[in-house]
């Protein structure tokens, strides 16, 4: 009964691929997050939605679209995979309710090649 | 810029001994502080959380205080367990816990029996 599962946990490609990254959560919240944590640890957001409408849109380049289906679910699409890419991506959750946390997802490490 | 801060990038401490986690930001206009527990290959996964009309949350052996003159924030565990070994993240967000969190670098933490 994982809370936000994100498929898969490891991804090894070429560069100049394109991928995706799947996000579930079964927490009924209403709004979910993309994050990147990059090499030096540093835990930066990417994206946000708030069923299915997109509210946060950090300076990301635009080979990266999320995409939500539904409320429940934000996946993430990257074109053109560079060296740079590589990384651990979180998926969260959050409620409406401005006083209750986020949760994570187990992470995607994306390795480029 | 990094608006949040944890200067201490590593904390040994024994089993049974208080445990003090800091951390500084530099934005006056955060609101929401939070505190997350990482271990390897998981998520971040929420600990304790502090409103800024607030400057003390406890939740049993976990206590937050919040130092708003000072922008400070810090974590104390009492007493450390061998079980709280993990990164501790900071983060901060304008606007409550549903906004974008900054999270700090981290604090790896390790208590020893």
């Known amino acids: 009964d994982t809370a936000v599962s994100q498929t898969p946990k490891y991804l090894v490609t070429q560069m100049g691929n394109d991928k995706s990254i799947k996000c579930e959560q079964n927490?009924?919240?209403?709004?979910m997050y993309w994050y990147k944590q990059d090499s030096k640890k540093f835990l930066k957001i990417m994206f946000s939605?708030?069923?299915?409408?997109?509210?946060i849109n950090e300076t990301v380049p635009n080979r990266f679209s999320p995409k939500s289906p539904d409320k429940a679910h934000l996946n993430l699409h990257i074109n053109s995979l560079e060296l740079g890419d590589s990384a651990v991506y979180f998926c969260?959750?959050?409620?409406?309710?401005?006083?209750?946390?986020?949760?994570f997802g187990d992470g995607t490490r994306l390795s480029i090649l | 810029d990094q608006q949040v801060k944890q200067n201490s990038p590593s904390l040994s401490v024994q089993e049974g001994r208080i445990s003090i986690l800091n951390c500084d930001y530099t934005?006056?206009?955060?609101?929401?502080f939070l505190w997350y527990k990482k271990y390897p290959a998981e998520g971040p996964t929420f600990l304790i959380s502090?409103?800024?009309?607030?400057d003390k949350n406890e939740d049993g052996r976990f206590t937050v205080f919040l130092n708003k003159s000072a922008k400070h924030l810090s974590l104390h565990i009492v007493p450390s367990q061998p079980g709280d070994s993990a990164v501790y993240f900071c983060a901060a967000a304008v606007g409550g816990a549903t906004n974008k969190l900054i999270f700090g670098t981290g604090t790896l933490l390790a208590v020893q029996p």
């Open positions: 934005n006056s206009m955060f609101d929401y």
């Open positions: 502090i409103s800024s009309i607030k």
């Open positions: 927490l009924g919240h209403d709004t």
């Open positions: 969260a959750s959050g409620p409406t309710d401005s006083n209750q946390p986020q949760h």
């Open positions: 939605y708030n069923n299915k409408e997109l509210i």
